[in-house]
């Protein structure tokens, strides 16, 4: 039984002058969360195996080095960047967070590539779904769990999306990781200027659409009455029959409430261009 909010706020004060109540409460409300385990991932999304080997050296929170050299990173999820020398605050602290993860999850162990689609970047780089010998979660699905990753905006597969979703969710409900910091909350859609804030940057934006409309070979998915300020996600016509095979129906958004992932751009006001469905999710539903 997930506890009730009533329940978690007498936790809570509870917790003032006994601060191992809120931890086994966080604990415990993380396990009632996760009743159901995710999907298995391999299977889920069909992957093809590439490779194997041990790996070397982390360098940083989705990238590291097999002992043959090879540069891997970890395919699907969107991590802080390490910072620069002297850099400090939110964004240093968690980019050196996730890499002690991937550290503590990977450094010395044997493990299985596996790939979905194009299995190199344009640095050269191998991305993959990497899993440690014997077991069956992918490591992107355990970053995911612990709060230090999000997932990216192109998975490349609706039944990968899902499973990747879940464990990013059960993370952000407890406020693991990422999720336990201001800087990375989900932005809202019903305050533009905010959203506007994290230009250039990788965000999650959640509001009720207002009206979709198509223009010029665009769909426009409007969050406000006027574009030159509020929050709009936009999607190429040539693309909208990929978003019905995958369940989501552009032209019926109108009146949903939804989150939306990817980088932050201006055009009058904020605005997210989506490129595949796993970009959108129903908020109403989690």
Known sequence: MVPSIRNLLSLRYLGRTCPWILIFAAIGFAAATRAEPSPDIATACNLETLGTGTVRRIVDGR??????????RLAAIEVPSMPLPGEAGAPAKAGLAAKAALETLLNGKNVTLKTLGPN??????????????GQKRAVQQDMLAQGHARVAADVGDSSCASALLADERAARTVGLGLWADPYYVVQQAENPAKVLAERG???????????????????????GRRWSEDFTVTVLKRNERTFTGAGVDLKKLSGRRIRVRGFVEERGGPWIEATRPEQIELAEQH
Request: net charge neutral; no cysteine.
């Open 120 to 133: 190199a970047d344009r640095y050269g780089r191998i991305v993959a779904y990497v899993f440690v010998e």
């Open 201 to 223: 940057r990788f965000a999650l934006v959640e509001g009720k659409v207002l009206s979709v409309r198509e223009s010029r070979g665009t769909i426009y998915v409007n969050f």
């Open 63 to 72: 990238t590291f080095h097999l002992d043959d050299g090879q540069q891997i």
